[in-house]
C-alpha cells in the first residue's frame, strides 16, 4: 500500500469507521438494558458512561489494528498525524462553538451538528435523543484519546522513527483533550449552579386556589354574599396572581348544582372560573369567549386588538398592589430610585457596585410580552424609554429545534426581577429574596393603601359588553363591601373608602 492509499485508508476508518459504530454500537448497549427490564428513564445517564466508553475501546482497538499494518509511513509525523487529525478537528470545533454560543453544551451541538453533521451526524442525534448533550464532546475526547492510545499500542513492536514529532502529536492532542474535558466540565458545574438556584416564576399550582377542591386554599367571604348566582354563570378568566381573588368571589356568589365526581368539579371550574394569564384572558374578553376578566391594565397590543374588533374594554378598578421588584435576599442593596431602575433595564448601569452592592454584574430578568407585569413595567416604570433586549433561555425542544424565551427569574445574587406584591410574597412567595424600596418607599400595604409606594398599580374587572346579565351585578358586587371585604381578605388591598 502507498502512502497516499494509507492516508485515504486512515481518513475513511476517522471519517466513517468510528463516527457510524461508535452511535450505533452506544445506542445499542443503551436499548439492551431496556429490553431486559431496566427503565428507559434512565438512559441518559448511562449513556455519559457508555458512549464515551464505546468510542474509547472502538477507537483503540481499531487503530491498534491498523497501526501494525506494515504499510504506514516509517516516520511519526506521517502515520500517526491523520490518525488524531479527525477527532482533533471535530474535537477543536465543538472547543469554538462552545465558546461561541457562551456556554451551552446544547446550543454548541446543535452549532457543529448543522455546521459539520457529517460524519458525526448519529453521535449527535443520539445526544439529542438522549437529552445528554455533553455525550457529543465525551465521545470525542475518547475518541481522540482511544486513537492515540490504540496507534501506540500498536505500534510497540515496529515503532516509526522521530520520537520528537510522537511527543509534540501526543502532547497536542492530549492538551487538547484535557482543554475539552476542562470546557465541559467547567459548563456541568455552571448548569448545576444555575439549575439549583431558586427559581421565581409563573408557575404555581392553580388547583390550590380551586374554587370548590377538597384542597383548595382559596379564602371564604367574611360574611354570606347577598348576591347568588344559580345559571347563566358568567365565564370568568384572568392573571394568575389575580386568581385567588376572583376564585373566592365565585366561590362566594356561584350557586351551581355542584357535581360529586372530581373531574366534574374541575370541567365546571375550568369552564366558568378560568385562569389562562393576562395576555389569553383578554384575548378571549376580545373575542367573546370570556364574559369578565380580573387583570392589570391592558397593554397596548390588548388595546389595539380591541380596536380592531370594534370592542370597548371597560375598566373597574376593585382593589389595588403593588409592582415590585426583588433581588436575593443577601444582595445588600435594599432599595433603588426610579431612575436606577430604569438605568439597570437601559443597561446603563451594569454592575451592582455601581447601586452600593457588590462587585457583580447585574443580571436583570423581564417578563413576556403583554403579559401583566411587562405591561405594568414599560407603563409605571419605562414610559417612552425603550428597554434593553432581555435575558433568554434557549431550550432544546426535540431534534434541534430551538425555543427562545424571556427568562424567567433565577435567585442568584446577582439577579432583579419584578412582579406584584402579593403574587411575589405570598402566591409564589420565597424568604431567599426581598423586595426593594423604590424611591424610599416600601411596598408595604400601608404605603400602597395611602398611594406614598410610586409603582402602586390598580387591579381591574374588566368587561366588553357581555349580554350575560349577571356580569354586571358581579362587577357591583366586587367593588360592594362585601366583594371589597374579600379582597382584603386574601390579602390586596381595598378601594379606599
Known amino acids: 500500500m502507498s502512502h497516499k492509499k494509507y492516508y485515504a485508508m486512515t481518513l475513511l476508518v476517522g471519517f466513517l469507521a468510528i463516527p457510524l459504530l461508535v452511535p450505533i454500537l452506544a445506542f445499542a448497549l443503551l436499548v439492551a438494558p431496556d429490553l431486559v427490564g431496566i427503565p428507559s428513564g434512565r438512559w441518559q445517564d448511562m449513556g455519559l458512561v457508555i458512549a464515551p466508553l464505546v468510542a474509547l475501546a472502538t477507537s483503540l482497538l481499531i487503530w491498534r489494528w491498523f497501526a501494525r499494518r506494515p504499510s504506514r509511513p516509517p516516520e511519526w509525523a506521517k502515520a500517526l498525524l491523520p490518525v488524531v487529525l479527525v477527532p482533533a478537528y471535530f474535537l477543536l470545533v465543538w472547543v469554538i462553538s462552545f465558546a461561541v454560543v457562551e456556554e451551552r453544551t446544547d446550543l454548541a451541538l446543535q452549532t457543529v451538528s448543522f455546521g459539520f453533521a457529517f460524519p458525526w451526524g448519529l453521535g449527535f442525534v443520539l445526544a439529542e435523543l438522549l437529552g445528554a448533550y455533553g455525550i457529543a464532546p465525551l465521545m470525542l475526547i475518547a475518541t481522540l484519546v482511544g486513537s492515540v492510545g490504540g496507534f501506540l499500542w500498536g505500534c510497540r513492536a515496529n515503532p516509526p522513527t522521530g520520537v520528537r514529532a510522537r511527543r509534540v502529536i501526543v502532547a497536542g492532542s492530549l492538551v487538547l483533550a484535557v482543554g475539552a474535558s476542562g470546557q465541559l466540565g467547567y459548563r456541568e458545574y455552571r448548569a448545576w449552579q444555575w439549575d439549583s438556584l431558586e427559581r421565581v416564576s409563573s408557575e404555581v399550582d392553580l388547583w390550590l386556589y380551586h374554587p370548590w377542591g377538597d384542597e383548595s386554599v382559596v379564602v371564604q367571604a367574611p360574611t354570606p354574599s347577598s348576591l347568588t348566582i344559580s345559571e347563566q354563570f358568567p365565564l370568568l378568566d384572568g392573571a394568575t396572581a389575580l386568581y385567588p381573588v376572583y376564585s373566592a368571589a365565585a366561590r362566594a356568589v356561584y350557586d351551581p348544582p355542584m357535581p360529586t365526581d372530581s373531574d366534574d368539579i374541575y370541567e365546571f371550574a375550568n369552564t366558568y372560573v378560568a385562569c389562562n394569564r393576562t395576555s389569553e384572558a383578554y384575548d378571549r374578553l376580545i373575542n367573546g369567549d370570556a364574559d369578565a376578566i380580573f387583570v392589570l391594565q391592558p397593554s397596548q397590543g390588548h388595546l389595539e386588538k380591541a380596536e380592531r374588533r370594534g ?86 425542544w426535540g431534534m434541534g429545534m430551538v425555543i427562545e424565551s424571556v427568562a424567567e427569574y433565577r435567585n442568584q445574587t446577582a439577579a432583579i426581577g419584578y412582579s406584584f406584591r402579593w403574587y411575589a410574597t405570598e402566591m409564589n412567595g420565597s424568604p431567599r429574596i426581598k423586595l426593594l424600596a423604590i424611591d424610599g418607599v416600601a411596598p408595604s400595604p400601608e404605603n400602597i393603601a395611602d398611594g406614598s409606594y410610586p409603582l402602586t398599580v390598580d387591579l381591574y374587572a374588566a368587561t366588553a359588553g357581555s349580554d350575560n346579565p349577571h356580569v354586571p351585578e358581579l362587577v357591583d358586587w366586587m367593588v360592594s363591601d362585601e366583594g371589597q371585604a374579600l379582597v382584603d381578605a386574601v390579602g390586596y388591598v381595598p378601594l379606599a373608602d
Open 311 to 396: 370592542v370597548q374594554l371597560n375598566l373597574t378598578p376593585i382593589g389595588h398592589d403593588a409592582f415590585v421588584f426583588f433581588v436575593n435576599a443577601d444582595n445588600p442593596v435594599e432599595g433603588l430610585t426610579l431612575d436606577q431602575v430604569r438605568a439597570i433595564y437601559t443597561r446603563q448601569i451594569t454592575n451592582w457596585a455601581e447601586l452600593g452592592g457588590a462587585d457583580e454584574e447585574i443580571v436583570a430578568y423581564q417578563r413576556p410580552e403583554d403579559s401583566g407585569s411587562q405591561t405594568a413595567m414599560l407603563a409605571e416604570v419605562m414610559g417612552d424609554v425603550p428597554m434593553a433586549e432581555p435575558l433568554t433561555e434557549e431550550l432544546s
